[in-house]
């Protein structure tokens, strides 16, 4: 296929993406994912990298011009919004890691607004490492900045407190304390100095949070007049002050769900009491101490090979890491890929030869744990406890139940196995490009593009 006839027939291709919000991904003649960006309007977006007048190299610089003229198919989500687009796309880019996306691969999290509730007095903070238990969040929010602002704006309304100090209602030592700045400017009502009864600081917070639930329209139009009366004033710095202000609630329009938007790596767990929980889910007589990870990778049928991944004690065990080469299967099928590493990783311990886990984690759905099962069955053994994790949703699949289990977002169990799955993904992959690259040099041997590497001893 000549260059011509692959962009007419993207252009034919871009031509039946919606005009809505979404994600895009290009990929390669091998189906690698090359990159992934968002769009507001997914045809126009696309559309314009194989636009005739199109100058990518000036407008996204040489590495974009240089995946432009790589790219065979163009996949696509849409999305709600935009900003679904955007939490989504980060949450692609981190997963895949395509190549040619710079940003949004590191392990950088979009922020949460976070009210504690176990306290006397609840704080409220801008945070990107919410706590697992005691809080309340709004978010993830787009803009970062937006949200501190945001957070500093209807400060002056409410007068919550932001620090992090221990305040309780029962230290009598408080009504000598003296408070900060952010009192004597009238932007709180200092709890830690006692000026303020726990019941009626509960109310302004209680206040908040259903601002927050809201479409907060009405602080806005308050703020609205207050910027019109301070222009008229003549006051132009206080009315600037006030836009910004009103331009930082907007920004909290700006955000997505807590529960559907998950951000797994903005969340720390205590290994313990992640085993904890998983014990008490899958009904096991006492916490797991060792479960192993199995995932699949393959581009399009090729290179296809298989992860497994150790964890003991809710850690990474690295000497227990293994990778699997595909032999028995072509194409791309993943539920006959997961048989063959199940029944060659397992077979040494229906023998006697090796320890089972405690937990088998299969990376998928309902199907990917079916395969995982059959391979038992095929080797006529009983194994441990069996179980797979489905990304989209998070749903845990379970043998011997019929429905799917699903966690709350910050529960200790559910981000053990987000762990495990995501490290199994991870490995996979590492090892698929390795294969890929060998494969791509040892083609350019023959074809005499490059030359063989240069064996010990000779001269």
């Not at 609840?122 to 978010?139: A, D, E, F, H, Q």
């Not at 014990?279 to 007589?285: E, K, Q, S, T």
């Amino acid at each position: 296929m000549d260059d011509t006839e692959r962009i007419e027939k993207l252009r034919d291709h871009i031509a039946l993406f919606p005009k809505t919000p979404g994600v895009y991904l290009m990929k390669d003649d091998h189906g690698r994912v090359l990159y992934v960006g968002k769009a507001k309007d997914l045809r126009a977006r696309v559309s314009s990298y194989f636009q005739p007048s199109a100058n990518l190299l000036a407008t996204r610089g040489p590495e974009i011009a240089r995946m432009a003229c790589t790219v065979i198919d163009i996949d696509f989500l849409d999305c709600e919004t935009e900003v679904d687009a955007l939490l989504k796309e980060s949450r692609l880019i981190k997963d895949i890691q395509p190549p040619f996306n710079v940003m949004l691969k590191d392990d950088k999290t979009f922020p949460y607004i976070e009210i504690t509730t176990k306290e006397d007095f609840p704080g409220v903070y801008v945070t990107r490492t919410p706590r697992i238990k005691g809080s309340k969040l709004y978010g993830p929010f787009s803009s970062p900045s937006g949200a501190r602002m945001a957070v500093n704006a209807i400060q002056k309304v409410f007068k919550y407190r932001t620090c992090e100090l221990d305040i309780r209602a029962d230290d009598e030592s408080r009504r000598f304390f003296r408070p900060c700045l952010l009192h004597a400017i009238n932007q709180c009502t200092a709890p830690c100095a006692d000026l303020i009864s726990k019941e009626d600081y509960k109310k302004d917070i209680d206040r908040f949070r259903k601002l927050m639930a809201s479409k907060r329209s009405v602080i806005v139009r308050q703020m609205t007049r207050e910027m019109t009366e301070a222009a008229d004033a003549r006051d132009f710095p206080e009315a600037a002050r006030i836009r910004d202000r009103i331009k930082a609630i907007d920004s909290l329009s700006l955000s997505g769900d807590v529960e559907t938007d998950v951000q797994p790596e903005a969340f720390f767990i205590d290994p313990t009491r992640g085993l904890e929980k998983l014990g008490d889910l899958l009904n096991l007589d006492a916490p797991p101490r060792s479960i192993e990870g199995i995932d699949i990778a393959n581009l399009m049928g090729e290179e296809t090979v298989g992860s497994l991944v150790c964890f003991i004690d809710g850690r990474p065990f690295k000497n227990g890491y293994k990778r699997f080469k595909i032999r028995t299967v072509e194409g791309s099928d993943d539920y006959a890929s997961i048989r063959e590493v199940v029944s060659r990783r397992y077979r040494y311990a229906a023998d006697g030869e090796e320890l089972y886990p405690d937990v088998i984690l299969i990376d998928g759905g309902l199907g990917q744990l079916h395969a995982a099962r059959e391979a038992f069955d095929d080797m006529n053994i009983q194994p441990p406890m069996v179980i797979s994790l489905a990304k989209r949703l998070e749903e845990i699949y379970i043998q011997a139940r019929s429905s799917p289990v699903r966690l709350p977002r910050n529960n200790e169990a559910l981000r053990l196995l987000q762990q495990v799955r995501d490290e199994a993904h991870r490995f996979a992959q590492h090892y698929h490009h390795i294969l890929r690259r060998k494969k791509t040099f040892d083609e350019d041997v023959k074809e005499g593009r490059r030359p063989p590497k240069r064996r010990k001893g000779n001269a």
